[in-house]
């Protein structure tokens, strides 16, 4: 038996799969299902085991799979990577890079780790690293590459003018956050503010939902 003669016969929850697509059912957040998948073995015969899916969110669809992949198989795909001329994802830079969002504290383990308050050097710091044309003003196309880079949260150019305009980040109502403004900002309510955006919008996590 061929592998598409195996898939063509494979039953997931009752519906055949076709060698096309397939979308599972979440039912619900919490839900686990056994998936049988199947691999070739080093004989070349094709051996089936069952992985225990659980959905963790249900708009957007988001499963898990505990143990996907073993340590020594992630180690032979990041080796194998590294020999291919890649490398890990830069997403921070020389200025921010004790702000990493990979961390993960035991308080905050599911997302990025969020700034606390920061002295007026470091504000002033973050704001020539996203001011891109160096005009003393971020714009909301910055500020929003801003919030992508170091909270991973996507927002749309209205989501972003109605924070700024909530927040007062944007005290002088021209549309834009000058250096003066972005100093005065503390951090905390900015913090507080995206935590709720992304917990009643989670399809704004751009890299770590």
């Known amino acids: 038996e061929n592998w598409t003669e195996y898939f063509q016969r494979l039953q997931l929850g009752g ?22 998948i199947a691999y070739p073995t080093q004989t070349d015969q094709m051996k089936q085991i069952k992985l225990a899916v659980k959905t ?9 799979i505990p143990d996907f992949l073993t340590s020594s198989e992630c180690k032979v795909i990041i080796d194998k990577s590294k020999a291919a001329g890649l490398s890990e994802s830069m997403t921070m830079n020389d200025v921010t890079d004790r702000y990493d969002p990979d961390e993960r504290p035991e308080s905050n383990p599911q997302g990025p780790v969020q700034v606390e308050e920061m002295s007026d050097d470091e504000k002033e710091d973050f704001f020539m690293h996203y001011d891109q044309n160096r005009d003393d003003v971020m714009t909301v196309n910055e500020f929003g590459r801003l919030l992508r880079t170091h909270d991973d949260t996507a927002m749309n150019t209205d989501d972003l003018t109605h924070m700024m305009k909530v927040l007062n980040l944007d005290s002088d109502g021209d549309g834009s956050i000058s250096l003066e403004e972005f ?6 309510p900015v913090n507080e503010y995206l935590k709720k955006f992304k917990q009643a919008n989670p399809q704004s996590k751009s890299r770590l939902s």
């Open 56 to 64: 963790i969110s249900m708009e957007p669809l988001v499963f898990e």
């Open 15 to 36: 519906q055949e799969f076709d060698s096309g697509m397939y979308r599972l059912n979440g039912v619900e957040v919490g839900h686990i299902q056994h998936i049988p």
């Open 183 to 188: 100093v005065a900002v503390r951090i905390n």
